[in-house]
C-alpha cells in the first residue's frame, strides 16, 4: 500500500490542480462575458440617449430657424415645436435613467453637461431670450458638450482611436457669407 501512495498523491494533486484550473478559468470567462454584456448595454444607452437628444436638439433650432436665429434652417412653427420638445424630453428623460444607471461617473457628467447646454438654446428656442450672439455661443456649447460626452463614452466603451472630428456649429461654410 505504501508503494502506491506517491501514484495516489499524484492523482490527487493533478485532480485538485485541474479543479483549480476549470474553476479559474470558467471564473473569468464569466467575468468577460458580464463585462461584454454591460458594455453592450451601455454602447446600447449612450446611443440611445444620443440619438434622443439629437431629435431634441434638431426640433429646438428649427424653432430657432423661424425666430429668425443665425445658421439655423428648416424653420418649425414654435408652437408646433413646443409639443414636440414636451415630447422629446418625456423620451430623453427616460433615456436618461439608463444612462445614470449604467454609464460611469465621467460620462455621466458629461451627459449632464450636453443636456444642460441644449436646454440653453431650448430657452431661445422658447423665445425666452433673444440675443443672436447669445445663441450662437449657446449652439456652440451645444457642440463643446456633445463632443465631450462621445469622447468619454468612446472611453467608456473602450473603444480604439480618437474620436471623431468635432462637430463644431456653426461650420465654416456656414460662416464664409457673413460680413467681416
Known sequence: M???LPALLGVVVGAASSYVATNIAE????RRGRAER???KRLDAYASYANTFKQQLSVAQRMGAARGFPHAVDPLDPELGMTQLAENEVRRAAEWESVLLIGDAETIGAARKWHEAVWNVELYARGMKDDHAGWT???QQVSRARDAFYALARRDLDIAGPPPPSGNWPRAWQQEDEPN
Open 2 to 4: 505504501w508503494e502506491q
Open 27 to 30: 471564473r473569468n470567462r464569466w
Open 38 to 40: 454591460w458594455d453592450e
Open 137 to 139: 455661443r449657446a449652439v
